[in-house]
Structures are given as structure tokens and as C-alpha cells.
Nanobody, 114 residues
């Protein structure tokens, strides 16, 4: 059973930075896509950034130039470096991975105060 474990959420002031991490364990198949989604109260879950093996990362327009997604393939770990955070970035951030099936992490809260 594949398990995604996230860490790095928290409370930060506007303009600050946070780094999220997510490690996928238990997969005997290649993890070809890893991504971060977020969901704010009352909103639908939305894609923040994704990285596919062999391709350049994709970002939501709202985070381009502020967030950076990266991956350590050997450890099936994906990172999300979030800089210049804004109050509207406040949400629960979910790790997502695609291997034989697709998997979600439990989510980590990111709160940005003004």
C-alpha cells in the first residue's frame, strides 16, 4: 500500500516562506507524477504545481514566480518551496502521486497572516 507523508506546513506572515515535503513509500511501481494541490474553505481543490518524470514542472498562474516544485526521484520525495506567501495562499495543501494508481496525502495546513 502506497503511503504519502507530508510535512512543513504552519503559520507564517505575509511575505514569508515555507517548504513542504512529501515522501511516497510502499510503491513497487515507478512514481511518474508528483504534485501539490490545495483547498481553501469553501473552494474546490486546485492544482498548485506538478512535476512529471522527464518534463518541466507546471504551476498554477497564481503561484508562478513564487513557488518552486522539485523532486528527489531516488527517494520519491517532492518539495514545494513557497516564497512571498500571501494570505490567499492559506489552504490545506495535499500531496498527490501517480504510480500504478493515484494517491493522496492527508494534507498539511498552511496559514498566511496579513
Amino acid at each position: 500500500q502506497v503511503r504519502l507523508v507530508e510535512s512543513g506546513g504552519g503559520l507564517v506572515q505575509a511575505g514569508g516562506s515555507l517548504r513542504l515535503s512529501c515522501t511516497a513509500s510502499g510503491s513497487s511501481f515507478s512514481i511518474n507524477l508528483m504534485a501539490w494541490y490545495r483547498q481553501a474553505p469553501g473552494n474546490e481543490r486546485e492544482l498548485v504545481a506538478r512535476i512529471i518524470t522527464g518534463s518541466s514542472p507546471d504551476y498554477a498562474d497564481s503561484v508562478k514566480g513564487r513557488f518552486t516544485i522539485s523532486r528527489e526521484n531516488a527517494e520519491n520525495t517532492v518539495y514545494l518551496q513557497m516564497d512571498s506567501l500571501k494570505p490567499e495562499d492559506t489552504a490545506v495543501y495535499y500531496c498527490y502521486a501517480v504510480g500504478r494508481h493515484y494517491y493522496w496525502g492527508p494534507g498539511t495546513q498552511v496559514s498566511v497572516s496579513s
